[in-house]
């Protein structure tokens, strides 16, 4: 990825359900004008979501997934549902695919995407083809509240409207979240502190770092980098004190100690914190921290699905934090990537990454999961200023 470029994370997720052969796949080729979907008149080709990254004139970077039909049978039909779904949490707006008027199946999903404030655009597929194309619209109105569009993905035909009808949709939040919000403006001095992970790629930063650069220079703003050792000398170095301190999470006791009296103090997870979740309900969730009991239990969720090494975030430094606060008995599960329980009322605390790799609508999906079964949720960033005490005297 390149400085220029625009992460998965950050773009807009267009999700296409619908059942087998509705010509979801056909659709993905006709958006993006080349053949980057299998297609066949097998039912089932499309086993596990495609995710594929585009620019849509007028709209920008977008992310459009293509799933397996949701009406997949047998053991292997339900597993492919079952990403279908997590496909389904990730999207932010859902082309739903009809071709018939057995419509059971869609209107359960779109009940679904309700649920979870998802705009949904109906479409008729292969509208050439159908006969009884009027009676299926009235009834995919009545069930949606939005009159279909007619389209044909095989012939092309209709494809423009597509367009037009997710840009009625776009959410209101879209393209208006800022990482670094009002906390810096133009000419400001950003000092970066960056302590180079070893699970980072050699010669790379971490993408929280490269995605605050690039947000700074465009804001104009003039950045300074260290790593964590060189901290003091940087600070010596400038001729007047930074407006604002990014730090990585891991060294906020040690950014927090050496500040300026006149800097103010943040970490990129609780910028993306604000980015990605709900600061508020991760702020006020913290404080559970101090009722943990060596009989709790928390859950740690990382959406990164590399293999842990010494000295993790995840799996090694929190929890350590955590069994020094609560006791050593403290229950703590750790899970990865794409995988979160269902069932949340086990734990006492849920405290979930960065979330760079997952888009707003994932990790706020999550929240809402962890809000209606009461339990509190909050974020790497957030559980390490409160561990160390600091909560109250950084930026969030």
């Known amino acids: 990825m390149s400085l220029n470029d625009t992460p998965r994370a950050n773009r807009l997720h267009i999700g296409i359900f619908g059942k087998r052969n509705s010509g979801k796949s056909t659709l993905i080729n006709a958006l993006t004008c080349h053949d980057v979907a299998v297609v066949s008149e097998i039912p089932g080709t499309t086993t596990d979501p495609v995710y594929k990254t585009i620019e849509i004139h007028g709209i920008g970077p977008c992310v459009l997934i293509d799933t397996a039909g949701f009406d997949d049978e047998g053991y292997l039909g339900s597993k492919r549902i079952d990403k279908t779904r997590t496909a389904m949490e990730k999207t932010d707006i859902a082309l739903i695919l009809f071709t018939d008027e057995d419509m059971e199946m869609e209107s359960e999903w779109i009940k679904n995407f309700r649920e979870r404030k998802t ?12 006969k009884n194309t009027d009676a299926i619209r009235r009834k995919i ?5 939005d009159e279909p569009l007619c389209i044909s993905a095989l012939n092309k035909t209709g494809i423009e409207h597509i367009r037009e009808a997710i840009l009625r949709k776009l959410p209101e939040d879209y393209d208006n979240k800022s990482i670094t919000g009002e906390l810096v403006t133009e000419d400001d001095i950003v000092l970066l502190v960056m302590p180079q992970d070893i699970q980072a790629p050699k010669g790379r930063l971490i993408l929280p770092q490269v995605q605050t650069i690039r947000e700074l220079l465009d804001k104009k703003c003039i950045v300074v980098s260290s790593t964590a050792d060189k901290l003091s000398q940087a600070l010596q170095a400038m001729t007047k004190p930074p407006k604002l301190i990014i730090t990585d999470s891991q060294v906020f006791s040690l950014a927090y100690r050496l500040k300026p009296k ?14 990605k979740g709900d600061i508020d309900y991760f702020v006020r969730s913290a404080a559970v921290i101090d009722s943990l009991t060596p009989a709790s239990r928390v859950l740690i969720a990382e959406a990164c699905t590399h293999v842990p090494v010494s000295e993790d ?7 350590r934090m955590l069994r020094q606060k609560a006791g050593d008995g403290i229950t703590i599960d750790n899970v990865h990537g794409n995988d979160f329980p269902d069932d949340l009322t086990p734990y006492d605390l849920i405290i979930q990454c960065g979330s760079c790799m997952f888009n707003r609508k994932f990790v706020l999906n999550r929240v809402a999961k962890a809000k209606a079964q009461q339990v509190p949720m909050t974020n790497y960033g957030i559980a390490i200023a409160y ?3 600091i909560l109250d005297k950084i930026c969030t």
């Open 141 to 145: 109105t009545d069930i949606c509240g």
């Open 387 to 389: 561990l160390t005490g």
């Open 119 to 130: 705009p949904v655009i109906p479409l008729i597929n292969k509208a050439d083809k159908i």
């Open 313 to 319: 975030i995840g799996t090694v430094k929190i929890p």
């Open 262 to 275: 006149e800097s103010m103090l943040t970490s990129f997870s609780v910028l993306f914190a604000a980015l």
